[in-house]
C-alpha cells in the first residue's frame, strides 16, 4: 500500500514556460503562481507541523531551483507551456535524491495524467482536479488508493483510487484560508503603479470555473460547474494584499464574471482604493450594469471575441441571438463611456476559417485598434491544448495522427511532449480552407503594422513550408 512516510518539509514549484507569450515575458511582469499561494495556505493551516515553500521558476534560474530544492515531497504545478520544463526538473531531481517524492497537478497535468505517469517514472503520483484537499491528503500519510483524483504507478501498473477517472475532491472556497506571499521564493514585491499595464495585474480568484453550460472547443480548463467565494471573504482576502504589500490592482482569474455576482460583490465592497481586471465575453454587462462595474472597480475587462466565425453560426455561444458586430462596437463604446478600457482576443484558423473570415477578422481588428479604451489586442492561431475538444478532435483524425507521426517520429495517441506548432498547422491545415500558411502570414503582419498594441502568441512555422 504506497503512502508517503511523516513528512516535515514540502516544496511547492511552478516551473518557468517555454511556450507561448508567458515564455517571452517582455511586456508583462511575472505573476505570482496563484494556485500554489492558495494550495500552501491550505497545506499550513491543515498541518501547521510541516514547512512549505514555494518557488517561481519564472524568477529563479534552474541552476539555483535545484540547489535549493531539498524535501522530501516537491509538488510541480504544470501547464501545457511549461510541462517541458517541468518534466526535465522533475527528472533532475529524482536523479540527485531518488528517495523525493514528485507530484504534479495543475490543468495540463490532469489532461495528460496517464501520459505522465506512463512515460516518466521520475513522476510518482499526478493529481487530476483541484489540489487542496487531496495534496493535504497525500502528506498526512494517506494510502494513495484512498484519494479521490490521484493516478500513481505500483509495481509498475498505472494505478487510479476508482475505476473512474475522476478528479480529486472539491473544495468550498469559503473554507480557503487566506494567503499572503511570505512562502513565496524569490521575494514577490508588488510595482504600485498608478496606470499599471493591462495585462499586469495580483491574480485573485473568488471564482472557480464557467458559467457556460457548454466549454468552448479550445479550452483546457478543468474546473467543472461555477462556484464563487462569499463577498465578505473576497473583500477581506483583497484588504489583507492591499494592507500588507500595497497591492492595488487585481485580476479576477475566474473564466467569466457574471453581472448578478458582480452586483452581489459590489454591494459588499469595504475598500475602496483597488482596481481589477476580470473576464466576460461578448453582451455579458448591460447599461444598467455599468455603476456596479464602477462600483466594484473593474478598470479592464478581457473580452475574448475569438473570430467573426461566431456571428456565421459556426459555433454554439451564449450571446443574445441578435447580437452582431455593431453591437460589439457599441458595447466597447458604452464600457468607454464609464472608463472601462478592454484586452480583446481574436483566434485565427478556427474550423470553417475561409479567407474571407481571415479578412474580416483583420478589418475588425484594424479598427478595433483605433478605439480609445482598446489596451491590447491578443491575436493567437488556435492550439489543440489536451484537455480540449479540439485536441480530442485530432486523436480521432486518422490522417492528423498519420501526419504527426511522419513529422515527428511520435504516436499523438500516446506521447506526453507535444509538438502544439506543427500540431496547430495540421488541425489548421485539415479544418479550414485557408491552411496554416495564409494564417500565419496574417499574424505576422498584423504584429509588423501594429506593433506595441498587440500582441500574437503560440504560432511560427515549423513544417518546412510543406503544404497539406
Not at 194 to 213: Q, V
Request: aromatic share 12%.
Amino acid at each position: 500500500m504506497i503512502s508517503i512516510g511523516k513528512v516535515s518539509k514540502v516544496q511547492l514549484v511552478f516551473p518557468k514556460h517555454a511556450y507561448g507569450h508567458l515564455a517571452l515575458e517582455k511586456e508583462v511582469d511575472p505573476q505570482p503562481p496563484l494556485g500554489l499561494l492558495v494550495l500552501a495556505s491550505y497545506i499550513r493551516e491543515k498541518l501547521p507541523d510541516i514547512n512549505v515553500e514555494i518557488f517561481d521558476g519564472k524568477r529563479i534560474s534552474e541552476a539555483e531551483l535545484l540547489r535549493k530544492l531539498d524535501s522530501d515531497v516537491i509538488g510541480l504545478s504544470v501547464w501545457y507551456s511549461n510541462y517541458d520544463n517541468a518534466k526535465r526538473l522533475a527528472e533532475q531531481i529524482k536523479a540527485r535524491k531518488p528517495s523525493t517524492k514528485i507530484i504534479m497537478g495543475g490543468p495540463h497535468a490532469t489532461a495528460i495524467a496517464n501520459r505522465i505517469i506512463k512515460h516518466n517514472p521520475y513522476v510518482d503520483a499526478v493529481i487530476c482536479g483541484e489540489g487542496e484537499i487531496a495534496f493535504t491528503q497525500l502528506l498526512k500519510g494517506v494510502p494513495w488508493k484512498n484519494i479521490q483524483g490521484v493516478m500513481y504507478r505500483s509495481n509498475d501498473i498505472i494505478s487510479w483510487n476508482s475505476d473512474d477517472q475522476i478528479t480529486a475532491e472539491r473544495i468550498d472556497l469559503d473554507s480557503l484560508p487566506f494567503f499572503d506571499l511570505e512562502l513565496l521564493r524569490p521575494q514577490f514585491l508588488w510595482k504600485n503603479r498608478d496606470n499599471p499595464p493591462a495585462m499586469s495585474a495580483f491574480p485573485l480568484a473568488g471564482i472557480r470555473g464557467c458559467c457556460h453550460i457548454k466549454r468552448c472547443e479550445y479550452c483546457s480548463g478543468h474546473f467543472i460547474g461555477f462556484r464563487s467565494m462569499n463577498p465578505e471573504r473576497y473583500w477581506a482576502q483583497v484588504k489583507l494584499l492591499n494592507d500588507k504589500y500595497n497591492i492595488n490592482y487585481f485580476f479576477e482569474t475566474g473564466d467569466i464574471f457574471p453581472p448578478k455576482l458582480i452586483k452581489l460583490y459590489s454591494q459588499s465592497k469595504h475598500i475602496n482604493k483597488v482596481g481589477f481586471r476580470i473576464y466576460s465575453y461578448l453582451g455579458n454587462f448591460k447599461k444598467n450594469d455599468m455603476e456596479y462595474l464602477n462600483k466594484f472597480g473593474v478598470k479592464v475587462i478581457f473580452m475574448g471575441i475569438e473570430s467573426i466565425l461566431i456571428w456565421k453560426k459556426k459555433f454554439i455561444r451564449k450571446y443574445a441571438y441578435n447580437y452582431g458586430i455593431k453591437s460589439l462596437f457599441k458595447e466597447i463604446e458604452m464600457l468607454r463611456q464609464f472608463n472601462i478600457d478592454l484586452i480583446t482576443s481574436f483566434i485565427l484558423g478556427l474550423p470553417g476559417e475561409t479567407t474571407e473570415s481571415l479578412t474580416l477578422n483583420r478589418k475588425i481588428i484594424q479598427y478595433l485598434l483605433q478605439r480609445f479604451n482598446i489596451k491590447e489586442i491578443t491575436v493567437s492561431a488556435v492550439l489543440p491544448i489536451p484537455g480540449s475538444a479540439y485536441f480530442r478532435d485530432c486523436l480521432n483524425d486518422s490522417f492528423i495522427k498519420q501526419e504527426y507521426h511522419k513529422l515527428t517520429g511520435n504516436n499523438l495517441l500516446y506521447c506526453d511532449v507535444i509538438d502544439y506548432y506543427i500540431l496547430s498547422q495540421l488541425f489548421i491545415n485539415r479544418y479550414t480552407n485557408v491552411g496554416y500558411r495564409k494564417t500565419y502570414d496574417l499574424l505576422i503582419s498584423l504584429e509588423e503594422k501594429i506593433g506595441t498594441k498587440m500582441a500574437h502568441f503560440g504560432s511560427k512555422i515549423a513544417l518546412n513550408n510543406q503544404e497539406y
